[in-house]
């Protein structure tokens, strides 16, 4: 179903995968649009076995483009060292394939809870209080990951070896 990586000498192994999905703090929703049209969004996430977790509006273009297909990617740069005398760029990236589900009452508090310990793991009392007061204003969505590939440039592939 998923096309296999076509480098596989680039192929992140899936701790490596894993840890970058843990340690980035931003990556790139892609859904199907409006009149088929891909729509990409950056946005703050969390991942927790093997699911990524993000909030948004309770409408618009992202809700209702996932309510029309909920089959997403989800692409994080994690690496992006351009370097000019080599004309090539350093990168490790992730792409993740899944569905996505809006959550509501237990699963919601969860997956807000986890967003909220990611950008604030300090701040216990604010985090409660910033999650009750917002909690009926926003839908949180899951990620539920059916594929994914971790990828690094060849040359940090080479220097690793």
């Not at 480098?7 to 701790?15: A, P, V």
């Not at 909030?55 to 370097?83: M, P, R, T, W, Y």
């Amino acid at each position: 179903m998923f096309r296999e990586m076509r480098r596989k000498n680039q192929l992140l192994s899936i701790e490596e995968t894993i840890s970058i999905l843990e340690g980035e703090t931003s990556g790139t929703l892609a859904v199907l649009g409006d009149d088929g049209y891909p729509y990409a969004v950056p946005l703050s996430y969390v991942y927790k076995d093997s699911k990524i977790y993000f909030h948004c509006a309770k409408s618009g273009h992202k809700i209702e483009a996932i309510l029309n297909n909920n089959k997403v990617s989800f692409c994080i740069i994690a690496q992006d060292q351009i370097i000019p005398e080599e004309y090539t760029t350093y990168y490790r990236s992730v792409i993740a394939f899944g569905k996505a589900r809006l959550l509501e009452n237990e699963e919601k508090h969860y997956a807000i809870d986890l967003l909220a310990k990611k950008y604030s793991p300090q701040d216990e009392a604010g985090r409660a209080k910033e999650i009750e007061e917002s909690f009926n204003r926003v839908v949180m969505v899951e990620i539920a990951i059916e594929h994914m590939t971790g990828k690094a440039a060849r040359e940090l592939v080479r220097k690793e070896k």
